[in-house]
């Protein structure tokens, strides 16, 4: 099955600079990518995704992209602000099924 | 608007007692609902969807089952809990396959 890896634990990047975190897939066949925002002891909220037709996407600050020949996607947050600081989900599910499987979370930290 | 609520906030139970976690979205007809497992500090795992009332399909055995008895409500139950049973208990909705899914404020549950 699926298997969805997140490299960064942590992340700390200074306000103002761009972050990435990278996530890397198993299954070829996987073609939904989805990321998702956590604040410390909250819920998640949906952030981006991108969808295999295209290699990237962006909304506002934020741009994923999609390397399908080497299974990585990444998400970058341009300009950071405080408030972007919070544990980011990546991930991954074939169109065939209604599952998701999730990457294990980076931590981003925004130092002033 | 919609709005997704679960119920209760928190909750602390024995090992070997039964539980019984509830999840109703107002506002939107027919939507695709899952459950989500979140052990503290840790990634997600998804337990089981719905896209129709009466019809969940299990993603992961964990001694743990769940019904949609009426199109807005789904629930989340086992007779038995386990210690590994411990976690952040999200329900999510979404308006189809691969769209950006809404999550609820979850429930944490202690098992001692």
């Known amino acids: 099955g699926e298997k969805v890896e997140q490299h960064e634990s942590t992340l700390s990047v200074r306000e103002g600079d761009s972050a990435v975190i990278n996530c890397t897939y198993t299954d070829t066949a996987s073609s939904y990518f989805p990321w998702y925002k956590q604040e410390a002891g909250k819920s998640l909220h949906f952030v981006i995704d991108?969808?295999?037709n295209v290699d990237r996407k962006q909304s506002q600050r934020l741009i994923v992209l999609l390397d399908k020949k080497a299974k990585r996607f990444s998400l970058h947050i341009t300009a950071t602000q405080p408030e972007d600081s919070a544990i980011y989900f990546c991930a991954a599910s074939p169109d065939s099924n209604y599952q998701l499987i999730w990457g294990s979370g980076t931590k981003l930290i925004i130092k002033p | 608007a919609q709005t997704i609520h679960q119920w209760p906030v928190a909750e602390i139970k024995a090992v070997g007692s039964p539980l019984s976690l509830g999840c109703t979205i107002k506002g939107k007809s027919s939507p695709n609902l899952y459950w989500y497992w979140q052990a503290t500090g840790g990634t997600l795992q998804q337990l089981f969807y719905s896209i129709t009332v009466g019809q969940v399909e299990s993603v992961v055995q964990l001694n743990l089952s769940a019904s949609r008895p009426k199109d807005d409500q789904f629930i989340l139950s086992t007779e038995k809990l386990l210690l590994s049973h411990s976690g952040f208990y999200l329900c999510?909705?979404?308006?189809?396959?691969?769209?950006?899914?809404?999550f609820g404020p979850g429930t944490r549950l202690t098992v001692l």
């Open positions: 999510a909705w979404s308006l189809d396959w691969g769209a950006e899914q809404f």
């Open positions: 991108i969808r295999s």
